[in-house]
């Protein structure tokens, strides 16, 4: 049987999962709400990052995002913040989309699939 390594686990929740060379990452938001959309963007894509070089991956192994906004109109600010953050020519397959956040001062959710390094 494959061995399973959560990092961050809390009773409801663990941040990150690995299988099998795999990394899963929780959906991750903005711990400053007061933040605009380019600032919560940046914020949570450091938490993103942070939490694969944990698991021993980086930005350039991701296999899957998958982004909510709370407001489509958004996307242009996350775009640019995205395109300086994602390695050229590492770019992930990737979906966007609206979705009513659990907290609606969140302007962004990312969950992120990664290969490790």
Known sequence: MSEITR?????????????NGTVYLAGQVPDDTTLDMRGQTAQVLGMVERLLAEAGSDTSRILMAQIFLNDIADIVVMNEVWDAWIPAGHTPPRATVQAKMA????????????AQA
């Open 103 to 114: 907290n609606a001062a969140y302007k962004i959710e990312i969950v992120v699939t990664a």
């Open 7 to 19: 990092f961050h686990v809390g009773p409801r929740l663990s941040e990150t999962a690995v299988h």
